[in-house]
C-alpha cells in the first residue's frame, strides 16, 4: 500500500499571501489530521477530518482551515500568512483496527513564510 | 490541562540501552505512543500502549508505563547509530474512534555514538 502523500513537499510565501496545502490518505483510510510542527511549539493538533467533516479543532486561529473531499484526500489552507506560520506541516491518515486506530504520517510540507 | 515533558537530548554509545522518559499528566489518557522522526521526515509510529498495561516488548524496543506516577519510558536494547533520531512521546484519550488530537511531548534527540 503507498504511504501517505503531501504536496507540495517544500514551499515558500510572503507576508500576507495563502497557501494550500494537500494530503492524499492512505487507501481506505477515512480520517485525516493535520499537525504543526516548529521548533518553538512543537508539534501542535490543527484539525481532524473524518467523512468530510471536521470532528476536532486545535487552538489556531481561523486564518487556518481545512476540508476533506469524498475521496478522503485533505487540503488546509492558510490565509494572510504571518512569519511564524513558517513550520513543518505534517498530515496523518487513521488506520482502524478495533478500538485502537493508529495514525500513519506523512512526509510533511515545509513552508517558509519569508 | 493536558501536558506530555521529556528532556531533550539523550547520548549513548552503539550497542548500549537507550531509556528515553515522558512523564503526562492527563490521567485520562487511554493509549500512549512513541513515534521516531528522522531528519527531514514525518514521524514514523514505532509502538504504543493500551493504559492498562504495564509493559509492551516489540523486538528491541521495550515500554514500561508506570500509570500512578504518570510516566512512560521507552527502552532501545543494543542501539545503533541507525536509531539516531527524534524520539515524541504522545498521549490520547480517544476510544473506539479516531485519535485525531494526539498530544505530543518536545521530543528527545538520541545521539548514538560509535
Known amino acids: 500500500k503507498a504511504g501517505v502523500t503531501q504536496t507540495p513537499r517544500y514551499l515558500i510565501k510572503t507576508r500576507g499571501q495563502q497557501v494550500t496545502l494537500s494530503c492524499s490518505p492512505i487507501?481506505?483510510?477515512?480520517?485525516v489530521s493535520w499537525y504543526q510542527q516548529t521548533p518553538g511549539q512543537g508539534l501542535q493538533f490543527l484539525f481532524e477530518?473524518?467523512?468530510?467533516?471536521?470532528?476536532n479543532k486545535g487552538n489556531f486561529p481561523g486564518r487556518f482551515s481545512g476540508r476533506q473531499f469524498s475521496n478522503s484526500r485533505s487540503e488546509m489552507n492558510v490565509s494572510t500568512l504571518e512569519l511564524g506560520d513558517s513550520a513543518l506541516y505534517l498530515c496523518?491518515?487513521?488506520?482502524?483496527?478495533?478500538?485502537?486506530?493508529?495514525?500513519?504520517f506523512g512526509p510533511g510540507t515545509r513552508l517558509l513564510v519569508l | 490541562g493536558e501536558d506530555v515533558e521529556q528532556s531533550l537530548f539523550l547520548s549513548v554509545r552503539e550497542g548500549d540501552s537507550s531509556v528515553i522518559n515522558c512523564t503526562y499528566t492527563?490521567?485520562?489518557?487511554?493509549?500512549l505512543y512513541w513515534y521516531k522522526q528522522e531528519p527531514g521526515a514525518g514521524l514514523q509510529l514505532l509502538t504504543y500502549?493500551?493504559?492498562?498495561?504495564d509493559m509492551k516488548q516489540d523486538q528491541r524496543l521495550t515500554v514500561l508505563l508506570n500509570k500512578k506516577d504518570k510516566h512512560l519510558s521507552l527502552r532501545i536494547a543494543d542501539t545503533q547509530t541507525g536509531d539516531s533520531a527524534i524520539y515524541f512521546c504522545?498521549?490520547?484519550?480517544?476510544?473506539?474512534?479516531?485519535?485525531?488530537?494526539?498530544?505530543f511531548g518536545k521530543g528527545t534527540k538520541l545521539s548514538v555514538k560509535p
Open positions: 487507501s481506505g483510510h477515512r480520517s
Open positions: 504522545a498521549e490520547s484519550n480517544g476510544y473506539g474512534g479516531s485519535q485525531g488530537n494526539l498530544i
Open positions: 496523518a491518515s487513521s488506520l482502524a483496527s478495533g478500538n485502537v486506530e493508529t495514525q500513519y
Open positions: 492527563d490521567s485520562s489518557s487511554t493509549y
Open positions: 477530518y473524518f467523512s468530510e467533516t471536521q470532528r
Open positions: 500502549i493500551f493504559s492498562n498495561m
